[in-house]
T-cell receptor
Framework: ETGVTQTPRHLVMGMTNKKSLKCEQHLGHNAMYWYKQSAKKPLELMFVYNFKEQTENNSVPSRFSPECPNSSHLFLHLHTLQPEDSALYLC????????????FGPGTRLTVT | TQLLEQSPQFLSIQEGENLTVYCNSSSVFSSLQWYRQEPGEGPVLLVTVVTGGEVKKLKRLTFQFGDARKDSSLHITAAQPGDTGLYLCAGARNQGGKLIFGQGTELSVKP
């Protein structure tokens, strides 16, 4: 595997379900990011991790819970989501001192029913 | 407040035409990136520009960073159907700062 991978690619879940999104980077980076991409809106930064430590939480509701066990893996745990949370969730990575060059995974298309 | 404004938001052209996409801001950025995103995929980094007035070329794509580092443009010569996608500009205020994204330009190149 090369680059940034994300699983699953597609996810449909009910509002009472609990699910997790997974991201793995094979680029030797030490910063990882979660973004939300909704139609007709700019990418919204959700969380930033540098060297496994969370350095940014962009006022994200607590129904989204990130986890970064090491510099290569990032998870987004989801519970009691709302239909408006349906979106493409993108993971990205970069060198910690060069956050301006981020490399993205293919995303998880999430639909909340 | 939208810090990076992209124009146009939608562009539909015929194969072989030229086009320019603009990315404007009232803020100064230390660097600016252009990404292309195809349906069902994540954005792919095309180029990073860091110096005011800098011009970079990637085959038929020409990227320019404004002298004041507040704006950028992407020019595509002789567009091809394979250029179809969402083009995103993103700026960073400093090397360790977060990226601010524009809302994107959806380009459709018809054969």
């Amino acid at each position: 595997e090369t680059g940034v991978t994300q699983t699953p690619r597609h996810l449909v879940m009910g509002m009472t379900n609990k699910k997790s999104l997974k991201c793995e980077q094979h680029l030797g980076h030490n910063a990882m990011y979660w973004y939300k991409q909704s139609a007709k809106k700019p990418l919204e930064l959700m969380f930033v991790y540098n060297f496994k430590e969370q350095t940014e939480n962009n006022s994200v509701p607590s129904r989204f819970s990130p986890e970064c066990p090491n510099s290569s893996h990032l998870f987004l745990h989801l519970h009691t989501l709302q239909p408006e949370d349906s979106a493409l969730y993108l993971c990205a990575s970069s060198h910690a001192g060069a956050s301006y060059e981020q490399y993205f995974g293919p995303g998880t298309r999430l639909t909340v029913t | 407040t939208q810090l990076l404004e992209q124009s146009p938001q939608f562009l539909s052209i015929q194969e072989g035409e030229n086009l320019t996409v603009y990315c404007n801001s009232s803020s100064v950025f230390s660097s600016l990136q252009w990404y292309r995103q195809e349906p069902g995929e994540g954005p792919v980094l095309l180029v990073t520009v860091v110096t005011g007035g800098e011009v970079k070329k990637l085959k038929r794509l020409t990227f320019q960073f404004g002298d004041a580092r507040k704006d950028s443009s992407l020019h595509i010569t002789a567009a091809q159907p394979g250029d179809t996608g969402l083009y995103l500009c993103a700026g960073a205020r400093n090397q360790g700062g977060k990226l601010i994204f524009g809302q994107g330009t959806e380009l459709s190149v018809k054969p």
